[in-house]
């Protein structure tokens, strides 16, 4: 029986992409509130922090309003019946710039309008249809950004840390304001504390400051700017804390509702099977779902089919603690010890060797998804992704549960989807600008596949401490080639319990032990789904980078990886000193290395890791650049 208490009021509808039919009809563009209420009696509500002190309505309930968008078929009769939500980044649509290869940026995307807006719109081909809502409340509003409307808790303040990193994670660099998470209560400068430290080992150095409205600081004196790519750490006290745990129970609920509700905003399409994709925060975000157990309405019916996360390692989402704070994400310059990563991590059930406390990820009550997990490198550098398939100790590797998978995207960086390219940015060597996204495809269709048919996708590629593809970072390091002009990381990023945010307290770092990819003799890893990028190389890609600004060339660059193409020819590579065989030594021909490209991608079509026109793809790719010298 369905128990979800949602209305679905829809504010604008219009044909999408002027009525164009990208393969099953024209498609409707809708947009809507949904409204919905919590009863934080509920014993299924009672995951949710704060939610008891909320204000009610006269039906002792806790209100909520998120904004929805859909993109069905016009026609009710060519819809395939299944669902794909998105979970939102930052208020932002993913889907069709990470998967999809939409070429527009993120305005574009978020406005979701133009044909160009879903790139190979492979879904609306197929008839899905598409949802997103909003979860936080405080998601951009910039760009057609979505967000939840929920209630200020009355009366409730506390301490509040918030860390800056300007020209990184706050830009413009010269921003004269750093903003603040939430509002502050008390505006005494003495009651707060700003500090900054150039290296994360460094000592904090205490700085004068000003408040410059409720919800910023600046320097003092008056015009002092912030440096860039230093670590800046305010504590103060707050006020604004909202109960931000029901933006899960919201997605659970809207979801359940355009599943089982019928809702007139559909058309009359019935919805058979439901599957969520979530990008990096949203992947982390759909994790957390998982383990709060609201993967199951109120009805007990499960939520989504099948879940697809990318870049979230091994991570959830700070969102439903009193002050939390959805938006950070943990690097070893930024936000380092941040609430990011708890026990349980990997689906299978294991062992915490801190508390002796042994849990998995998946409930294993009926209401778990088919779940895939897929990383990039950066994630094993910088994000912990060894701890969802090997134990917390580093020591085995953890039996697989049959309803779960894992892939890594060797030689890929946390960011690395379609358009990407070599530019530096802040980053010390060429930025990697391979792209998962062609994998991301076939794996959704692996997925969509499993849901519908129960045909099992493709067994799981990730490094593996038995053949020796997942070793320490040191050990990897030292494998790595000795080239020239190169910088490497001292270490992978520690993931350690977070015990307070505040008092920027961890659990012992030794406690959980994150392991990397192995690397063959260029540098590229060994492990992995290796697309033809890699598996037929023109350079070394990893999943790390280092900064390139004075003082800071041994941290490592945010989520950036790296790029070392390989020589020319035997000539080129002894003047550089390049240990690595040249372009020329490697591919005699363009014919031979067109044959090894074709040879790669057949390979991966065969194991349903990369579409028919992906590979075909990639082979003219081949054809048009040969075996070209990559940008340096």
Known sequence: MHQTAITLEVTAEEPFAGGQDFGAGPYRRIAAIARGALDPADPRNAVIADLGLAPRNAERLVEYATEVVLLRPADPTRANGRLLYDVTNRGRKMLFGSVFDAPGGQAELNALRSPASVGLALPLRAGTTLAWSGWDPEAPR?????????????????????????????????????????????????????????????????????????????????????????????????????????????????????????????GGIALRTTIALGISQAGRWLRHLVDLGMNADLAGQRVFDGVLTHVAGAGRVFGNERFAQPDRTATWHEDLGFPEVWFPMAAAEVVDPMTGRRAALLKGDGSDPLLMQVNSSTEYWQKGASLIHADPAGTRDLPEPPDVRHYL????????????????????????????????????????????????????????????????????????????????????????????????????????RPLVPAVDADGNERAGVRLPDIAVPRGTYTGWNLYAAEGLQAEPCDREGSLFPFALDAAARAASGDPRPSLAERYPDAEGYVAAVRAAAAALVADRLLLPADAEAYVTAAQQAGPAPLSR
């Open 409 to 512: 995207v060797a030689g890929t960086k946390h960011g690395g989807r379609f358009g990407a390219t070599t530019a530096r940015g802040n980053a010390f060597h060429l930025n990697n600008p391979h792209s998962a996204s062609p994998l991301l495809r076939a794996l959704l269709a692996a997925l969509e596949d499993w849901v519908e048919t129960g045909r099992a996708p493709p067994p799981s590629r990730v490094p593996r401490i038995a053949d020796g593809t997942l070793l320490p970072a040191e050990a990897v390091l030292a494998a790595f080639p000795d080239l020239p002009a190169t910088r490497r990381p001292r270490r992978a990023t520690p993931i350690a319990p977070v015990t307070d945010w505040v008092a920027e307290t961890r659990g012992p770092e030794e406690a959980w």
């Open 142 to 266: 910039a760009n057609d950004g979505l967000r939840i409307d929920l209630p200020v808790l009355p009366g409730v303040t506390g301490l509040v840390r918030d860390e800056f990193v300007f020209g990184t994670r706050i830009t413009p660099a010269d921003r004269p304001t750093a903003p603040l998470s939430y509002p502050v209560a008390d505006r005494d400068p003495a009651r707060a504390s700003l500090t900054v430290r150039r290296h994360r080992g460094d000592p904090p150095r205490p700085v004068a400051f000003a408040y410059a409205g409720e919800r910023a600081i600046r320097l003092e004196p008056e015009g002092t700017r912030f440096e860039p790519g230093s670590i800046y750490d305010f504590r103060y006290p707050a006020t604004g804390a909202r109960p931000l745990g029901m933006g899960w129970a919201a997605t659970r609920d809207v979801v359940s509702h355009l599943r089982h509700g019928a809702p007139a905003a559909l």
